[in-house]
């Protein structure tokens, strides 16, 4: 049942490690291995969230969303976008970006790292509201409650991770401008570049947060709509018009799945650029991750195993949180490569054994499945 569920994943891995070999030596082989455990790490909820709502699609679409879903997340959001990224920063086209990404190594290092600061800015922005929301949300389930209490509470405040967020970028962006200045002001024109690139990461977020919003409104309306069309059915006799509906609702389901997997993968991608800045690593490395979000949404869908660790949650989003901060720091200072992607393999670690402690202290108890849910460990 795993070698069948994480076949492609395993031999993925290994074609790509290879590869990464052969490329760079052994450097990159690492660096490969670091963007698949980071895409990982930062992807545990998201698979957690694309099996909840997969199991409730017909075979049909589950196929559609683990076929035409790969290539949109791997090539797409993988591959593609991190040379828009580029492009963009660097204000080139893609073709270009790409061609020089290849052929220019170095020319390409240094347009990506002079471009460096609006993209940490950039992505940055859009990690931390990811992480604020989270920590801000009152749960029935808490991990670390010393903080996750006081600061559910401090949510309840309306717009408090738009204000902190600004607030951080503001500082960011003074402390760049007034470092630079004092350094002879080498980069104190890039201090505004990094506050627009923070607010436009910023507004990216409630886009996208927006349109999974949307999307999501869209498919309660269509399931309500879905079980009305039953009910007039089965008094009626007619069937078609309930069956036609359930693929509408079907759908809505695999945009709104596209929605949220894209939001993911943005998060993987921008938390790369501080890991590496060489394209085909990237690449390689999203792509073994991508593959192994998608095997362990299948996983989920067939066993449904991993709901019990119910902090692997809390933990993905500590590291997007460690990550946002990290991707601010190196606007103005270098972090080692393999303090950044550790720091997520730890905290998901951390994470996933609180879960079994939780487990294993709920058995020991004796109390039933029904109060798992209501019953928070504290760390």
Known sequence: MLLKTFGWSFAITALGLVAAAFYGGWTAFGIVAILAVLEISLSFDNAVVNAGILKKMNAFWQKIFLTVGVLIAVFGMRLVFPVVIVAISAKMGPIEAVDLALNNKHRYQELVTDAHPAIAAFGGMFLLMIFLDFIFEDRDIQWLRWIERPLAKLGKVDMLSVCISLIVLLTTSFTFATHAHQHGGGHADKAQTVLIAGIAGLITYMIVGGLSGYFEDKLEEEEEREHEEEEEAARTGKKKSAVVLAGQAAFFMFLYLEVLDASFSFDGVIGAFAITND?????????????????????????????????????????????????????????????????????????????????????????????????????
């Open 279 to 379: 394209i085909v690593l990237m690449a390689l490395g999203l792509g073994i991750g991508a593959m192994y979000v998608r095997s362990l949404t299948v996983y989920l869908v067939r066993q449904g195993t991993l709901d019990d660790y119910v902090y692997l949650e809390h933990g993905a989003h500590y590291a997007i949180g460690a990550l946002a901060v990290i991707l601010m720091v190196t606007i103005q200072y270098e972090i080692n490569e393999v303090v950044t992607g550790l720091v997520g393999v730890i905290l998901i670690a951390w994470s996933f054994w609180s879960s079994v402690r939780r487990n294993r202290a709920l058995a020991a108890a004796g109390e039933g499945s029904d109060e798992k849910s209501e019953v928070s460990t504290t760390v």
